[in-house]
């Protein structure tokens, strides 16, 4: 049971994630996508554990597989480019200015 409360969090905090990036008047739209692609996700790991087992001849390789992805996923999160906690909702976007990157050390606008 675990494991379905993480995953849980963690989509909660997607989708909180993607309403804040978004000013006011793409919002719904921006949020909707988000919404969308992990929906698509949900849909295509029935069909991808299925092919995974008819390849491999056991489960684990479909597990094996979700592990990776989980710690590329892990990566891409620190690359993130707005760090959205204490700013103001934006109106419109002519109101966002330069975001600064969740973490630090990863700054590209500095980039050659």
């Known amino acids: 049971a675990g494991y379905k409360c993480f995953a849980s969090i963690v989509f909660i905090t997607a989708y909180q994630y993607a309403s804040e990036i978004y000013p006011v008047n793409c919002r719904v739209t921006g949020s909707a996508l988000s919404i969308a692609f992990g929906r698509l996700g949900a849909c295509a790991s029935s069909l991808t554990y299925e092919y995974s087992v008819a390849f491999s001849g056991t489960w684990t390789m479909f597990f094996k597989l979700?592990?990776?992805i989980l710690m590329f996923d892990a990566v891409?999160?620190?690359f993130l480019p707005?760090?959205?906690r204490g700013r103001?909702?934006?109106e419109s976007?002519?109101?966002l200015g330069e975001g600064e990157p969740l973490l630090p050390c990863v700054d590209r606008s500095k980039q050659v």
Do not use: G, K, R
């Open 82 to 84: 707005f760090e959205t």
């Open 93 to 95: 976007i002519d109101d």
């Open 76 to 78: 891409l999160v620190s």
């Open 66 to 68: 979700l592990a990776a």
């Open 88 to 90: 103001m909702l934006t």
